[in-house]
């Protein structure tokens, strides 16, 4: 399989240099060229299959077959909190919590990222090459990628947080990881901030060649394949492809849903995606009235959505532009001149035909926390529960449709909100219990790329010495 650039200028690769890219030359970002698709009854020979091993089979399909696949995928997932790995949780006649948070950072993001730092080994030992990689967060990715990249003999990794954004036990996880090749930076600005900075290294080119830049953020394909195959096992475990079913998904850069809506390219009977935002409403605007204007963020209780710029949504676009490749680009170029995404009309109604928005403030947030524990004695997190207060309001009008909502964190990791909606404080696992005891160690910046490539450079430079 090949994969081309949705800005069409960057050369066609395969899959292990798609991983080792990230970002396109030409900004864009990588997409197969041909959407692998399964039959029904491929799909029902899935059934039944332990995780790695449904993972692995779903990875060949994206032309990562060259890796030991299942080793890969046994390893990464052999720490993980729950046998099941992804277990789904009935929260009520229809709404199952499909929960992502059993990995070693209490993340959705642990899901792709424990199987791309294995990737990452396999690639460069067999390659003899070193890589430095650099991302942003807004709150979860930075822990999951730290902890799959730390103490990695030919990776460095440099992670970029907005400063006094995040909560202290995603900080933490992040800050008080004391390895050589891992540096933490607190940028003064929001997460948009932090992911311009990035990509702004990515298409400087002598920085970018220099320092072999690449990325674990979901602009690297790689971390979309890998989040297909959870809701490849939902929805099997549920019925598909004999039954169809919905997603709703607690969103800011539009990686996790767009993950799920692969999963329907490739034939899976997924009827609907809800998408489930905060106050930073973006992608809930633009669903509703073709408004994909970025305003500025505000602080939210789930702080891993307060995002304005959805850098996967590009990938949509390119599908929902027929393939264009200048339009796309024309498109993405507007947007980040005007502030405001010209999507034509037809585009659109393609979007809100299979995606629906929806909003949740932080009191409507915590009451759904609340609503939660005491109907279903499910505790759960910020970022799920928008997701589950948005399934509640725009589940398909078939009740035959059961609904599969993307827990996406570990309540411990928002124990301040949870507490105040149901004043239980949530504990965190016996492995990261004295989390609050550790030693941090990061450094704050301005937001100025000269500085942060500096930074990057020495971080690199020390550890290649």
């Known amino acids: 399989m090949r994969y081309v650039s949705t800005r069409g200028q960057a050369a066609p690769r395969n899959f292990e240099a798609v991983l080792l890219a990230g970002l396109a030359e030409d900004g864009g970002l990588f997409v197969p060229e041909t959407w692998p698709t399964l039959t029904t009854a491929e799909w029902r020979a899935l059934r039944g299959l332990p995780y790695p091993a449904l993972a692995a089979r779903i990875l060949s399909l994206f032309g990562a077959g060259d890796l030991p696949l299942q080793a890969i995928c046994e390893d990464a997932y052999a720490g993980f909190g729950h046998p099941a790995v992804v277990p789904l949780v009935q929260l009520d006649h229809r709404t199952f919590a499909l929960e992502l948070f059993h990995g070693p950072t209490l993340a959705f993001k642990d899901m792709a990222l424990q199987v791309l730092g294995r990737m990452f080994d396999h690639v460069l030992e067999r390659r003899g090459e070193r890589v430095t990689i650099v991302g942003a967060t807004s709150g979860d990715t930075g822990s999951a990628a730290i902890e799959a990249c ?29 390895a050589p090749n891992v540096k933490n ?13 990035v990509k702004a290294m990515f298409n400087d080119a002598p920085f970018r060649a220099e320092m072999h830049l690449s990325a674990v953020n ?34 800011g850069n539009f990686g996790n849903v767009l993950a799920a ?17 905060n106050r930073n409403d973006i992608l809930a605007r ?34 929902l532009l027929g393939r264009d490749a200048a339009a796309t680009a024309e498109t993405m170029t507007r947007f980040r001149a005007e502030g405001r995404m010209p999507v034509p009309d037809a585009a659109w ?3 809100a035909a299979l995606f629906t928005g929806f909003t949740l403030d932080d009191e409507g947030t915590l009451a759904e926390i609340r609503r939660l524990w005491t109907t279903a004695g499910y505790l759960a997190d910020p970022h799920t529960a928008v997701g589950t207060a948005a399934a509640r309001a725009l589940a398909p009008a078939d009740a035959a449709i059961p609904v599969i909502v993307a827990a996406t964190a570990h309540p411990a990791k928002f124990p301040d909100a949870v507490e105040r909606a149901t004043g239980i404080r949530p504990p965190l696992p016996a492995r990261l219990a004295d989390l609050y005891d550790r030693e941090e160690r990061f450094g704050v910046m301005p937001n100025d790329l000269g500085a942060i490539e500096a930074a990057v450079r020495a971080h690199a430079r020390r550890n290649a010495a």
């Open 286 to 319: 633009f669903l509703a009235s073709n408004d994909m204007s970025a305003l500025p963020v505000e602080p939210s209780l789930s702080p891993s959505m307060d995002i304005q710029v959805s850098s996967n949504f590009e990938r949509l676009l390119f599908e």
């Open 218 to 251: 979901s602009i690297n394909w790689a971390r979309i394949a890998a989040q297909v195959p959870y809701y490849v096992a939902a929805a099997l475990a549920l019925g598909a492809p004999d039954r169809e079913v919905a997603v709703s998904v607690p969103t």
């Open 349 to 351: 109604k393609q979007a």
């Open 150 to 178: 730390r103490d990695r003999a030919a990776v460095d990794i440099v992670i970029l947080h907005p400063e006094n954004r995040t909560s202290e036990v995603q900080r933490r996880q992040m800050t008080t990881v004391l």
């Open 261 to 277: 809506w692969v999963a329907r390219r490739m034939g899976l009977p997924i009827s609907h995606f809800i998408i489930g935002s």
């Open 185 to 197: 930076i607190a940028v003064q600005g929001d997460f948009d901030a932090c992911q311009d900075l």
